[in-house]
């Protein structure tokens, strides 16, 4: 069965600084899809970043970008000139291509931006 | 993205009631639906996966018989929270994806906040 793991419960980060949040996962599958979801105090699930297995080019967008190491089973988001907006809770996320198509969640980082 | 509106946001019942949960995909056909429980401070937990047309499968430990989930349209899903307890008290979440492509993502309601008094 495949995992995600979170291992940091929470992070903090100046206004305007990178920040990178880790993520490691297990899975047998060679194919499969990562993310990244924010969930602000609304708790809206935003997505925020997706990366596919087989693209090894690190997926970005905007100021968030991540870092997959597929050998090492790795999928870091770094958030770079980190806005006050941008503290929330963060899951990393996986899913397989096939099967039941169910997003397996990590156990999330709350991220805290200082102002 | 695509929208999915879950609703009511926010519903408090009495002990022993039932309560219906509506998400429904606005703009796209969701073949399938997720249930998600998320309790305070914590990441989701499925509960069940519900295909168009077919029952739902639950995840170990969920009652169905609790939690009756129908999903009689490519547009619609419900959870009924049947004979509601306290212990029911939490956050609910759903999603919705179209499993034609192979890169679909997920989209998520804005969440039901049950309170059982």
């Known amino acids: 069965a495949q995992t995600v793991t979170q291992s940091q419960p929470e992070m903090s980060v100046q206004e305007a600084e990178t920040v990178t949040l880790s993520c490691t996962y297990d899975t047998s599958e060679s194919d499969y899809y990562l993310f990244w979801y924010k969930q602000p105090p609304s708790r809206q699930m935003i997505l925020v970043i997706r990366q596919e297995a087989y693209k090894q080019q690190n997926a970005t967008e905007n100021r968030f970008s991540v870092n997959f190491q597929k050998a090492a089973k790795s999928f870091s988001l770094k958030i770079s000139d980190s806005q006050l907006g941008d503290a929330a809770m963060y899951f990393c996320a996986y899913k397989g291509v096939s099967g039941t198509y169910k997003y397996i969640f990590g156990t999330g980082t709350r991220l805290k931006v200082l102002a | 993205g695509a929208v999915v509106s879950q609703h009511p946001s926010r519903v408090i019942c009495k002990s022993g009631t039932s309560v219906k949960i509506e998400c429904r995909s606005l703009?796209?056909?969701?073949?399938?639906m997720f249930w998600y429980r998320q309790f305070p401070k914590q990441s989701l937990m499925l509960m069940a996966t519900?295909?168009?047309?077919?029952?739902?499968?639950?995840e170990q430990g969920v009652e169905k018989d609790k939690f009756l989930i129908n999903h009689a349209s490519l547009t619609l899903s419900t959870l009924t929270v049947t004979s509601a307890h306290p212990e029911d008290s939490s956050f609910y979440i759903c999603s919705a994806i179209w499993t034609g492509a192979m890169n679909t993502e997920a989209f998520f309601g804005q969440g039901t906040r049950l309170t059982v008094v």
């Open positions: 703009d796209f056909q969701a073949t399938t």
């Open positions: 519900s295909n168009e047309g077919s029952k739902a499968t639950y």
